[in-house]
């Protein structure tokens, strides 16, 4: 799977909207784009994914460049709850078994 | 959705001692599991995957006689660390796949991991 690039920390107030940016230049056309979240002592969560259209859940939304190089994670009002290590990954169409390689993700802080 | 439940969330062990970490898909069948290890503000890094009924595959650098994972049934794979040392002491977390969920354009799920502190 394509490797993918994302800024160390960020930080965000509460209740403001989080945009959490992730490069991938490599991206294959069967690449998915996946978000996954850990925060503190926890296993990673599983948030959004998509192909090339945006994505909206219950969670997030999913914002995909037109050339698929680059996406970006929206949290449209951050809380505390939300401070965590935000992970991109690329997990191709043809990846059967599941294993996913986890770079080292954008730590997200949230201030009152 | 799925479910991992992965026990115990935490132990502490002396020196030596083996310690057995479990990981359980409750709503549906694992057919491939995968063990990570997580140090303090680092990434995971994956440790091995497991298939059922077959022999785990090892990532470069992991010792499998230390690290000896079990894999006989579709819904349990357990991880034991032989012989602790205060190094092995980490955040062991698994995952659980199936034919389903593996593809990749499905969501995995992870359990909440073991916090072990080898003294």
């Known amino acids: 799977d394509a490797k993918t690039t994302q800024p160390n920390s960020m930080e965000s107030n509460e209740e403001e909207p989080v945009h959490l940016p992730c490069n991938h230049s490599?991206?294959?056309?069967?690449?998915?784009i996946h978000w996954y979240r850990q925060l503190p002592s926890q296993g990673p969560e599983y948030v959004i994914h998509g192909l090339t259209s945006n994505v909206n859940n219950r969670m997030a939304s999913l914002a995909i460049a037109e050339d698929r190089k680059s996406s970006t994670l929206i949290l449209h009002r951050a809380t505390l709850r939300d401070a965590a290590v935000y992970y991109c990954?690329?997990?191709?169409?043809?990846?059967?078994?599941?294993?996913?390689?986890f770079g080292q993700g954008t730590e997200l802080s949230v201030k009152p | 959705g799925a479910v991992v439940s992965q026990h115990p969330s935490w132990v502490i062990c002396k020196s030596g001692t083996s310690v057995k970490i479990e990981c359980r898909s409750l709503?549906?069948?694992?057919?491939?599991m995968f063990w990570y290890r997580q140090f303090p503000k680092q990434s995971l890094m994956l440790m091995a995957t497991s298939n059922e009924g077959s022999k785990a595959t090892y990532e470069q650098g992991v010792e499998k006689d230390k690290f000896l994972i079990n894999h006989a049934s579709l819904t349990l794979s357990t991880l034991t660390v032989t012989s602790a040392h205060p190094e092995d002491s980490s955040f062991y977390i698994c995952?659980?796949?199936?034919?389903?969920?593996?593809?990749?354009?499905?969501?995995?799920?992870f359990g909440n991991g073991t916090r072990l502190t080898v003294t």
């Open positions: 995952s659980a796949s199936s034919p389903v969920y593996g593809q990749g354009n499905s969501p995995l799920h």
């Open positions: 709503d549906f069948q694992a057919t491939t």
């Open positions: 490599t991206i294959s056309g069967t690449d998915y």
């Open positions: 990954i690329l997990r191709n169409i043809y990846n059967q078994g599941g294993k996913l390689i």
